[in-house]
């Protein structure tokens, strides 16, 4: 079955510090893959999506992904968190071959630590 | 602005009723998804609707209802079949594989 593994429930970094956040799936072909972030109480907003092409992706407010195939793998990274960075992060795996359907994570708490 | 909107933002209800949340976009896009989010759940689908007049199943649609009678309108109702009703419900639409999602709508059983 099709599956997304964010490991880590919660992270606590030092404001300035750097970030990576994992994400493994578990499917055979190419998947689209993607970032939400979600403050308490709000819809998700998209910080970036790779479908194909250069594996390294810059999304919205300073956050990049790289798409790592051998790995099954599409972390996400930050060089130097702001405290505004606090939020849950979710990580979403679709295929086109399901109709686009998104499968998502468990999401990771960030709590940025002045 | 172009966007999803989900009404109401916070509902309550007795045990034994059936509520409905809204979900209109102007986005004119064909589909259009209905999550569900517990605490260190993720989003779970209920229902989705790829055109009008047409929606599938998804992971968790029993105790719910969806219809979609136009394109910009996707209602979900919360039946009294639905065992643990409190949530939080998230509405998307899609384009391209990329969702768009509104704000939510918190319900909580009494």
């Known amino acids: 079955a099709q599956s997304v593994t964010q490991p880590d429930i919660h992270i606590t970094v030092s404001e300035g510090a750097s970030l990576e956040l994992r994400c493994n799936y578990s499917y055979g072909a190419t998947p689209y893959l993607f970032w939400y972030v979600q403050s308490p109480g709000q819809g998700l907003q998209l910080l970036l999506k790779?479908?194909?092409?250069?594996?390294l992706v810059q999304g919205i407010k300073g956050f990049e992904a790289e798409f790592k195939r051998s790995q099954s793998s599409f972390n996400l990274r930050k060089p130097s968190v702001h405290w505004s960075d606090a939020a849950e992060y979710f990580c979403?795996?679709?295929?086109?071959?399901?109709?686009?359907?998104?499968?998502f994570g468990a999401g990771t708490i960030l709590r940025v630590k002045s | 602005d172009g966007g999803i909107t989900q009404s109401p933002k916070y509902l309550f209800r007795k045990e034994g009723q059936n509520v409905t949340l809204s979900c209109e976009q102007n986005?004119?896009?064909?589909?259009m998804y209905w999550y569900r989010q517990d605490p260190g759940q993720g989003l779970r689908l209920i229902y989705y609707?790829?055109?009008?007049?047409?929606?599938q199943k998804g992971d968790i649609a029993e105790g719910y209802s969806v219809s979609r009678e136009k394109k910009e309108s996707f209602p979900l109702t919360v039946t009294s079949a639905q065992k643990n009703p409190t949530a939080f419900y998230l509405c998307a639409s899609e384009n391209t594989g990329e969702l768009f999602f509104g704000e939510g709508s918190r319900l909580t059983v009494l």
């Open positions: 979403a795996v679709g295929l086109k071959e399901y109709g686009n359907k998104l499968v």
């Open positions: 986005l004119n896009h064909d589909a």
């Open positions: 790779y479908f194909s092409g250069d594996t």
């Open positions: 609707s790829q055109i009008v007049n047409d929606f």
